[in-house]
């Protein structure tokens, strides 16, 4: 068996051009909507949807520790104006940052003053 090399001439180097990014996205991005039917639900439904599978973590001290910071949250935002959970976390004012300005927003606004002791603010944040 014989191999045969093959020369291929040196490859010749683009020369590199800068292309301006399109001003437009290829692809637009999808609607958001105002409202869908989670942000409506109960408060009961909405404690039972985010206590079930998928949101359901391992350790059952963990779980606990959920559950308890869902409720605060809930209670939180139910004192929102708005009629839906969604309007009410828009009209709070928590999504302009992230979740760490919202709790210090809710713990400096004195919402959660004499509610909770230090160590369960972070059962709170565990609700988030």
Do not use: N
């Not at 180097?13 to 996205?25: F, G, Q, R, Y």
């Amino acid at each position: 068996m014989s191999v045969a090399v093959v020369q291929r001439p040196a490859a010749i180097e683009p020369s590199l051009t800068v292309t301006p990014a399109p001003s437009t996205p290829k692809y637009a991005p999808r609607p958001v909507p105002s409202s869908w039917a989670a942000t409506a639900l109960s408060r009961e439904r909405a404690l039972v949807m985010l206590a079930s599978p998928p949101f359901v973590l391992d350790r059952r001290d963990a779980q606990y520790r959920r559950v308890a910071g869902v409720r605060l949250l809930l209670d939180w935002l139910a004192a929102q104006p708005g009629t839906s959970w969604q309007e009410r976390w828009l009209a709070s004012g928590a999504d302009a940052d992230a979740v760490t300005s919202t709790i210090r927003c809710l713990v400096s606004g004195c919402w959660l003053c004499g509610l909770l002791s230090v160590s369960a603010h972070s059962t709170f944040s565990s609700g988030m």
